[in-house]
């Protein structure tokens, strides 16, 4: 009884967590992460040149409806986090506050699926001679600038003092979760890579500072799996050598992030399955043992008139009594284990009282079934040849 309700909060848990919005579309979206080795793109340029003509290059495809490049993906884990200041807030007033960030390049939030909530996203025109510019996520709209709009206001990373430049929020994009679906969404904010002053304030001889690896993500009308030798023919084309790993669907990913509940739920899952078999054989051995030794007693009461159903449903009513002190005992020892796995738990109460109903109810049902072969048997006795053979 106790793991069968454990179960239950741990499967209830699991279908919680799927029914979560991620905050972006996985359908349709192939991811790859690539690394450029520093021995071959010795200057921020050829960097620049390699993720330009990747973008380029599988956007001119014909199956292709958008392809960005990110320093990291939804569903994985943050890459990055950064503290940040606010304008209009005093260095008196600042508090550390840090959130994730992604630097993107190309139509990273049309291939991802992100949702546009307000203002726009990045376009070709978001250069490092042009106003910096940041999208931030609905959380951090929300926290950042409590009751007004965050269209047109600026930050810049750090603390006040840091010489960082400004940037100017020009759009608010959905949460996305940056791990697990039953993680809570993060606050977050997205830069253009072409703007890389926004967190990296110092110059280079060579250009600017450019993505030197991260993830490729590529949205088309045909199934991941047939874009993946797309993917991987115009890779070859501009670096024969290049390694790409991962490659997989996004769909892929998320359930990746999934798995580790998705594991715990299996697990707990079938050792309910294997202690309820055994509860069942259990009810089975106890009844079959009560029937045998009391096969006078049926015998004598057959004998003097008892109908065959009622015989059945006193040996019926024997196993629900075993079954219902069983889940007595249960439900008591079920509310402080599932007190003890509550942390594991995502958006279920340890007392939610269908759990309990639940697993009373099957436990009565599977009691009832391991007492009717007994229950069968007694009723289809012979009271003649019980009471010569005694």
Same mark, same amino acid.
């Given at each position: @009884?106790?793991?069968?309700?454990?179960?239950?909060?741990?499967?209830?848990?699991?279908? /919680?967590?799927?029914?979560?919005?991620?905050?972006?579309?996985?359908?349709?979206?192939?991811?790859? &992460?690539?690394?450029?080795?520093?021995?071959?793109?010795? #200057?921020?340029?050829?960097?620049? #040149?390699?993720?330009?003509?990747?973008?380029?290059?599988?956007?001119?495809?014909?199956?292709?409806?958008?392809?960005?490049?990110?320093?990291?993906?939804?569903?994985? &884990?943050?890459?990055?986090?950064?503290?940040? +200041?606010?304008?209009?807030?005093?260095?008196?007033?600042?508090?550390?506050?840090?959130?994730?960030?992604?630097?993107?390049?190309?139509?990273?939030?049309?291939?991802?699926?992100?949702?546009?909530?307000?203002?726009?996203?990045?376009?070709?025109?978001?250069?490092?001679? /042009?106003?910096?510019?940041?999208?931030?996520?609905?959380?951090?709209?929300?926290?950042?600038?409590?009751?007004?709009?965050?269209?047109? /206001?600026? @930050?810049?990373?750090?603390?006040?003092?840091?010489?960082?430049?400004?940037? #100017?929020?020009?759009?608010?994009?959905?949460?996305?979760?940056? &791990?697990?679906?039953?993680?809570?969404?993060?606050?977050?904010?997205?830069?253009?890579?072409?703007?890389?002053?926004?967190?990296?304030?110092?110059?280079?001889?060579?250009?600017?500072?450019?993505?030197?690896?991260?993830?490729?993500?590529?949205?088309?009308?045909?199934?991941?799996?047939?874009?993946?030798?797309? !993917?991987?023919?115009?890779?070859?084309?501009?670096?024969?050598?290049?390694?790409?790993?991962?490659?997989?669907?996004? +769909?892929?990913?998320?359930?990746?992030?999934?798995?580790?509940?998705?594991?715990? +739920?299996?697990?707990?899952? #079938?050792?309910?399955?294997?202690?309820?078999?055994?509860?069942?054989?259990?009810?089975?051995?106890?009844?079959?043992?009560?029937?045998?030794?009391?096969?006078?007693?049926?015998?004598?009461?057959?004998?003097?008139?008892?109908?065959?159903?009622?015989?059945?449903?006193?040996?019926?009513?024997?196993?629900?009594?075993?079954?219902? !002190?069983?889940?007595?005992? *249960?439900?008591? *020892?079920? !509310?402080?284990?599932?007190?003890?796995?509550?942390?594991?738990?995502?958006?279920?109460?340890?007392?939610?009282?269908?759990?309990?109903? +639940?697993?009373?109810?099957? @436990?009565?049902?599977?009691?009832?079934?391991?007492?009717?072969?007994?229950?069968?048997?007694?009723?289809?006795?012979?009271?003649?040849?019980?009471?010569?053979?005694?």
């Amino acid at each position: @009884m106790i793991l069968l309700t454990v179960s239950l909060a741990f499967l209830r848990s699991y279908q /919680k967590m799927l029914a979560v919005d991620p905050g972006f579309r996985p359908e349709h979206v192939l991811v790859a &992460g690539y690394e450029l080795p520093r021995s071959q793109y010795k #200057t921020n340029a050829s960097m620049a #040149t390699f993720n330009r003509e990747v973008v380029d290059r599988l956007a001119s495809q014909a199956s292709v409806t958008a392809v960005g490049l990110s320093s990291s993906l939804p569903a994985n &884990g943050s890459g990055g986090q950064a503290d940040y +200041t606010v304008e209009g807030s005093s260095a008196a007033q600042w508090k550390m506050r840090f959130a994730p960030f992604v630097e993107t390049y190309g139509d990273y939030f049309r291939a991802m699926g992100i949702r546009l909530i307000a203002g726009r996203t990045f376009t070709i025109l978001d250069q490092a001679d /042009k106003p910096l510019v940041i999208v931030v996520n609905q959380s951090m709209a929300r926290h950042s600038w409590p009751g007004e709009n965050p269209i047109g /206001k600026r @930050m810049h990373l750090g603390n006040p003092n840091a010489p960082l430049p400004w940037a #100017t929020v020009v759009g608010i994009v959905g949460d996305t979760r940056v &791990g697990a679906p039953d993680q809570p969404a993060p606050d977050q904010f997205y830069f253009p890579l072409a703007q890389p002053s926004i967190i990296n304030s110092s110059g280079s001889s060579d250009g600017a500072p450019a993505l030197s690896g991260g993830f490729i993500t590529l949205r088309s009308t045909l199934p991941p799996e047939q874009m993946i030798a797309t !993917l991987r023919t115009v890779v070859a084309g501009i670096d024969p050598q290049l390694a790409l790993d991962p490659i997989r669907s996004m +769909t892929e990913a998320l359930s990746s992030a999934e798995a580790p509940r998705r594991f715990n +739920t299996r697990l707990i899952a #079938t050792f309910a399955v294997a202690a309820l078999l055994l509860a069942v054989m259990g009810i089975y051995a106890v009844m079959a043992f009560s029937v045998s030794s009391r096969t006078q007693e049926i015998a004598i009461r057959l004998a003097l008139g008892a109908q065959r159903a009622a015989i059945a449903r006193l040996i019926l009513g024997s196993g629900a009594k075993v079954a219902l !002190l069983g889940c007595a005992l *249960g439900v008591i *020892g079920s !509310l402080g284990a599932i007190h003890l796995v509550a942390s594991l738990l995502f958006d279920v109460s340890a007392t939610e009282p269908w759990i309990y109903a +639940t697993s009373v109810a099957i @436990m009565i049902v599977l009691a009832l079934l391991a007492s009717a072969l007994p229950a069968r048997r007694a009723a289809s006795s012979d009271p003649i040849r019980t009471l010569r053979a005694a």
